[in-house]
């Protein structure tokens, strides 16, 4: 019995992120085993990939993790508005000049470009005045002064690019309110396969190489392998970030006080550091990143043992025989 046990490592190149960020941030964002299963009998840092086997150990496994960077077909930008007016006629003419205005400006953009409207509330509103009673100096009563109107604008465009303009035209027209923006991929099911295809592939060259290191024949072994996907939008990947300074020398000359650091997020893709292969490696704007993790497990078969036929033993029985008087020849019983 011996015991061979083999390593290698692997150069990994990742998108690595630098900026302001990095002072209130240090650590990378990765995947780890609350969002993703981790491959069994790897550790992973961000300098290189070890794996060790065990031959002693029966069973092994062959851990195989793929991710797809996929660009969205279309957009989906939801912009919130509202409107009041005296009277409905008002509130609703009002806020429909507003739809109209946006609507041709964002198809002057293109043909692709549509917009929809989701109405939210449509609402009286209140004012307390005051009223004199008889027997009470000051009483307030609300009293209806007019309506309000809330509406939601949908706009699907398939171009990242025309959300600038989009954003100039709902701001020309009094809309600032943005609510979110929706990523739409219709390749998904190709993203998978082509996944699929890769990581058998991958598959194959591992296995060919464990029965070259290991001196075995993968015909010995019983196989099983478990898979699974996970699809991330970017909305899932926004992170907070604050900008960072340090004391100025303005600041102390002329005793200003110190700048308010806004908050605000920015985009942190799952990096390339944990996975075999990655489609579409360089992430220049938010992407639908498709995971895909493939385990396999190959586990010694038992030795068969041939059954052992029963044998027959021939046991040798005496018999007796007795002879009468009269000369009759009897067998005689002995149990």
Same mark, same amino acid.
């Given at each position: 019995m011996f015991?061979? +046990?083999?390593?290698?490592?692997?150069?990994?190149?990742?998108?690595?992120k630098?900026?302001?960020?990095?002072?209130?941030?240090?650590?990378?964002?990765?995947?780890? +085993?609350?969002?993703?299963?981790?491959?069994?009998?790897?550790? #992973?840092?961000?300098?290189?990939?070890?794996?060790?086997?065990?031959?002693?150990?029966?069973?092994?496994?062959?851990? /195989?993790?793929?991710? !797809?960077?996929?660009?969205?077909?279309?957009?989906?930008?939801?912009?919130?508005?509202?409107?009041?007016?005296?009277?409905?006629?008002?509130?609703?003419?009002?806020?429909?000049?507003?739809?109209?205005?946006i609507?041709?400006?964002?198809n002057?953009?293109? %043909? #692709?470009?549509?917009?929809?409207?989701?109405?939210?509330?449509?609402?009286?509103?209140?004012?307390?005045?005051?009223?004199?009673?008889?027997?009470? %100096?000051?009483?307030?009563?609300?009293?209806?002064?007019?309506?309000?109107?809330?509406?939601?604008?949908?706009?699907?465009?398939?171009?990242?690019?025309?959300?600038?303009?989009?954003?100039?035209?709902?701001?020309?027209?009094?809309?600032?309110?943005?609510?979110?923006?929706?990523?739409?991929?219709?390749k998904?099911s190709?993203?998978?396969?082509?996944l699929?295809?890769?990581? @058998? +592939?991958?598959?194959?060259?591992?296995?060919?190489?464990?029965?070259?290191?290991?001196?075995? @024949?993968?015909?010995?072994?019983?196989?099983?392998?478990?898979e699974?996907?996970r699809?991330?939008?970017?909305?899932? %990947?926004?992170?907070n970030?604050?900008?960072?300074?340090? #004391?100025?020398?303005?600041?102390?000359? !002329?005793?200003?006080?110190?700048?308010?650091?806004?908050?605000?997020?920015?985009?942190?893709?799952i990096?390339d550091?944990?996975?075999?292969?990655?489609f579409?490696p360089?992430?220049?704007?938010?992407?639908i990143?498709?995971?895909y993790?493939?385990?396999?497990? !190959?586990? %010694?078969?038992?030795?068969?043992?041939?059954? /052992?036929?029963?044998q /027959?033993?021939?046991?040798?029985?005496?018999?007796?025989?007795?002879?009468?008087?009269?000369?009759?020849?009897?067998?005689?019983?002995?149990?």
């Amino acid at each position: 019995m011996f015991i061979l +046990s083999f390593m290698f490592i692997i150069g990994l190149n990742a998108q690595v992120k630098f900026g302001n960020w990095m002072y209130d941030n240090h650590r990378p964002v990765n995947i780890n +085993s609350t969002n993703f299963s981790t491959a069994t009998g790897r550790t #992973t840092n961000t300098n290189a990939l070890t794996f060790q086997a065990n031959i002693i150990n029966r069973s092994q496994n062959i851990a /195989i993790k793929t991710m !797809y960077n996929l660009r969205p077909d279309a957009f989906v930008a939801v912009f919130s508005l509202s409107q009041e007016g005296e009277d409905e006629k008002e509130v609703t003419g009002l806020m429909d000049a507003r739809i109209e205005n946006i609507r041709t400006g964002i198809n002057k953009i293109g %043909k #692709t470009l549509s917009l929809k409207t989701d109405i939210i509330s449509f609402v009286p509103v209140y004012e307390k005045v005051l009223e004199k009673k008889t027997f009470a %100096k000051r009483t307030y009563i609300e009293k209806p002064v007019g309506f309000e109107l809330k509406k939601n604008i949908i706009i699907l465009f398939k171009n990242s690019d025309a959300m600038d303009q989009i954003f100039a035209i709902c701001a020309a027209n009094q809309v600032y309110d943005f609510v979110r923006v929706d990523f739409v991929s219709t390749k998904l099911s190709k993203a998978r396969a082509a996944l699929r295809k890769t990581s @058998d +592939s991958l598959l194959r060259i591992q296995m060919k190489r464990h029965e070259g290191l290991l001196d075995i @024949d993968m015909d010995d072994y019983n196989k099983s392998f478990t898979e699974g996907f996970r699809v991330v939008y970017p909305a899932e %990947k926004y992170l907070n970030y604050s900008a960072f300074g340090g #004391t100025s020398y303005f600041l102390k000359k !002329y005793n200003m006080k110190g700048v308010r650091k806004k908050l605000t997020k920015h985009y942190m893709p799952i990096l390339d550091t944990e996975f075999d292969l990655v489609f579409n490696p360089i992430v220049d704007e938010p992407v639908i990143q498709v995971l895909y993790n493939f385990n396999y497990t !190959y586990t %010694k078969k038992p030795k068969e043992i041939k059954p /052992i036929a029963p044998q /027959i033993v021939e046991k040798n029985v005496k018999e007796f025989f007795w002879i009468t008087p009269t000369g009759q020849v009897r067998k005689l019983q002995t149990n």
